[in-house]
């Protein structure tokens, strides 16, 4: 570890042991006087690249130490009224910040903001272990890119900024009402969705020790027993895409875009599925080859089977899985099936608003910036 990032260790560390002094709530049941309660975790990482990316990017990881830290403000919602917070055994959600070395002058020192969700597997109630499912999801900043000139041999990342995602499991050992051991392993992704190339992504696989404080102590006991009945309904998504692509590195971004139109059966609180249709368009399609654009090789079609993972009843995870009815081998339409995943936002107005990626095989086509609308009758009140 380099010695600035000594100095933010010590630092978080310091502010950590002293957010006792700044929070005495009377007692422990303070919790249940504050609608959101805080919960401040730093965990020290340290792991593995996945080797990726060919000859050039096997050797980097191969070399490469990943080492970072994270400082993460977390919330759950005291109420108990909320069918996702009792379904979902009083999640944390929130706000991190990581910042990393891979001690690999290529790769660079990023670091990362990120919105983060933690949901238990069990309710934390009179248990001095727990174990939690995780994900993140943000944007990192400060890599050395690729550069034919001064840094050839980084094939991993193009761009100086990049998306990032974290999937793990956690556990953690509650050693008095307000201070946890965490512990946890996790995976992590840096891309930037083809934006520039080359663009092989760095996989990183990390293990994770720290601490967690809660000021207002344990978790209230929880049911599932009152909540609602679901109602089951229908919803049909109208959604305008926009991204860039680069399609080969030091040529010049292309805009790509699209229209997507899904119907979802809500089957539950939790999950959503159906059917869709998407019509891409890649901006100078024609003069990027050498030929005529024509309505034939600038669009693309597809149908999707879709579905969302609904978190709370603003934030949801949608997915879906395409199959091409027309496609562009030159607009890097690589072959007959394509992906999506990502995270949307639903106003109270119906409107959303989200960051989804499509990709083929795992490999980037583009970032979807998406903009759209839910026709829908929800007949449940929450």
């Known amino acids: 570890m380099n010695s600035s990032m000594r100095k933010l260790t010590f630092f978080l560390i310091i502010n950590c042991l002293s957010l006792p002094v700044f929070a005495q709530p009377d007692s422990l049941n303070s919790y249940t006087t504050k609608k959101y309660n805080p919960v401040f975790t730093f965990h020290y990482n340290a792991g593995t690249m996945i080797r990726n990316g060919g000859e050039l990017g096997e050797e980097i990881a191969e070399r490469a130490r990943y080492r970072g830290i994270d400082f993460q403000l977390g919330f759950t919602n005291k109420d108990l009224t909320d069918p996702y917070?009792?379904?979902?055994?009083?999640?944390?959600?929130?706000?991190?910040?990581?910042?990393?070395?891979?001690?690999?002058?290529?790769?660079?020192?990023?670091?990362?903001?990120?919105?983060?969700?933690?949901?238990?597997?069990?309710?934390?109630?009179?248990?001095?272990?727990?174990?939690?499912y995780k994900g993140a999801f943000g944007v990192s900043f400060n890599f050395n890119p690729f550069d034919s000139i001064s840094n050839p041999n980084d094939v991993l990342i193009g761009s100086k900024q990049n998306c990032f995602v974290g999937l793990g499991l956690g556990a953690k050992y509650q050693f008095n009402p307000r201070w946890q051991v965490v512990a946890g392993i996790e995976f992590r992704h840096f891309s930037n969705g083809s934006i520039k190339q080359p663009n092989f992504g760095i996989n990183v696989l990390q293990a994770s020790l720290g601490v967690a404080?809660?000021?207002?102590?344990?978790?209230?006991?929880?049911?599932?027993?009152?909540?609602?009945?679901?109602?089951?309904?229908?919803?049909?998504?109208?959604?305008?895409?926009?991204?860039?692509?680069?399609?080969?590195?030091?040529?010049?971004?292309?805009?790509?875009?699209?229209?997507?139109?899904?119907?979802?059966?809500?089957?539950?609180?939790?999950?959503?599925?159906?059917?869709?249709?998407?019509?891409?368009?890649?901006?100078?399609?024609?003069?990027?080859?050498?030929?005529?654009?024509?309505?034939?090789?600038?669009?693309?079609?597809?149908?999707?089977?879709?579905?969302?993972?609904?978190?709370?009843?603003?934030?949801?995870?949608?997915?879906?899985?395409?199959?091409?009815?027309?496609?562009?081998?030159?607009n890097d339409e690589t072959n007959g099936f394509y992906e999506r995943i990502g995270m949307r936002y639903r106003f109270n107005n119906n409107m959303f608003a989200g960051l989804t990626i499509k990709a083929h095989k795992g490999a980037a086509d583009f970032f979807e910036w998406t903009l759209g609308y839910t026709l829908q009758h929800d007949p449940n009140r929450y």
């Open 85 to 132: 917070n009792v379904l979902y055994r009083i999640p944390v959600m929130g706000v991190g910040f990581n910042v990393s070395t891979f001690h690999e002058s290529e790769i660079g020192d990023p670091f990362a903001l990120y919105y983060f969700f933690e949901i238990p597997l069990q309710t934390e109630q009179d248990k001095r272990i727990s174990i939690s």
């Open 213 to 330: 404080y809660k000021p207002f102590g344990i978790n209230p006991q929880i049911s599932d027993k009152n909540i609602p009945a679901f109602v089951r309904y229908n919803q049909f998504n109208f959604a305008i895409l926009a991204g860039s692509k680069n399609y080969a590195a030091g040529e010049p971004n292309y805009m790509k875009s699209g229209i997507s139109i899904n119907w979802l059966r809500s089957l539950s609180y939790k999950f959503r599925a159906g059917i869709g249709m998407d019509l891409f368009f890649a901006s100078l399609a024609g003069p990027r080859n050498g030929i005529a654009s024509t309505f034939s090789n600038s669009f693309s079609s597809g149908v999707t089977g879709s579905g969302e993972w609904v978190l709370n009843r603003h934030i949801y995870i949608p997915v879906a899985l395409g199959i091409y009815l027309h496609r562009n081998t030159f």
